[in-house]
């Protein structure tokens, strides 16, 4: 994977977090994963699509991080023990 630059100042960008989850947990098409970088002299926040380090959830299909769980069936399992 290529550096990542600031495109301010031009220093290398410093990975803060990866797999970051974005969106909402009820509309699946909607959450998204990145990676967050910052610009250590700039202080600038750039994100970017997270490359790798996403698994498919055998029972629902969503993408999500590997370092978390499913969302989706996390929050469908809250709403059926809701519902009884």
Known sequence: MAEKMCPSCHKALT???KGYPMGSAFLKADRVHVDIYECPDCHGI???ATEGDMVK???CGT???AKEACAICAMNAALDEEGK
């Open 15 to 17: 990975l803060r977090e």
């Open 46 to 48: 750039r994100l970017y």
């Open 57 to 59: 959830c055998p029972k």
């Open 63 to 65: 993408l999500h991080s």
